[in-house]
């Protein structure tokens, strides 16, 4: 069985983006896989936060990692700083990266432009990322389009390693969303859905009420044409609601076209309401079923525990082949 190793951040509610993009992706490898999951706070504190609501939304993911059908039998859920091995690793690492390899991260480029100065943080924020993955062996790293560059990075890092202090690490693929799949803000089709926008109906959260997931759909932008038709050069828009309602669906979109053929956008648009909402509903009713209990807080804790021993022997072999430590 391969490994997989993938995570996602604890900054406010889960959106479908995220879900579609990656989480969904979580359970389908399940199957096949030896698979760990993580909710990776660490990275979180890139900018300010507030402890308090750190953990609950620590605890909201979680949750919601369960809620969507990942296993705890099956797979490894756990919180990043559980593990010291994600903290000792990204130091190994970041002294054998380059300033110049991590100044062209556009990620960096966008969420630091217009600033004077940024967090060092956010400047080696991929190299923790290459730790998150390097300590587990992973084979596979199921992620969105917009982290291949993040990938990249980790693949170099991993065989400079292994060409330095011989063979160290396992050198990770990344799974990718396969083109067009991509969810982008529902108020601006140009940009991808974000759970930072100022407008909330820019998005739709996997735990939000149904009259929420109405107005953010009939809301959304589209365009003057009145057809319903998968362009998303010309029509970027209508693409974007296509792609959400082929997700939730399971209909090819050339099906849906058809279907809609004649029709405008507020049937449309309806009928996506309801698809979404029905797509929703039993992932928001196994949230609530779990978010409080005894059983969330005990699956972290085994997770964690499974987790650290798998880093625990990476990292045994890093300090070997590194030549740190003593072994007391």
Sequence with gaps: MKRVFSGVQPTGNIHIGNYLGAIRQFVELQEENECIYCIVDMHSITVPQNPKELRQHTLDVAALYLAVG????????????????????????????????????????DKSKGKESAPAGLFTYPILMAADILLYDADIVPVGNDQKQHIELCRDIAIRVNNKYKKTFVVPDGRFLKAGARIMALDDPSKKMSKSAENIYSRISLLDEPSKIKKSIMRATTDSEGSIRFDPENKPGVSNLLNIYSAFSGKEIPDI????????????????????????????????????????????????????????????????????????
């Design 70 to 109: 990942i296993d705890p039998k099956k797979s490894i859920v756990f919180v990043q700083s559980d593990v010291p091995g994600h903290a000792e690793l990204s130091w190994v690492l970041t002294c054998n990266s380059y300033t110049g390899e991590l100044s062209r991260m556009t990620q960096f480029k």
């Design 257 to 328: 076209e058809k279907e809609y053929e004649g029709c405008g956008y507020g049937d449309f648009k309806k009928d996506l309401v309801e698809v979404t909402t029905q797509a929703l509903a039993p992932i928001k009713e196994r949230f609530n079923e779990i978010r409080q209990s005894d059983e969330l807080i005990q699956i972290l804790k085994d997770g964690a525990q499974r987790a650290n021993a798998i880093a625990e022997k990476t990292m045994k072999r890093v300090k070997e082949n590194f030549g740190l430590g003593l072994g007391v």
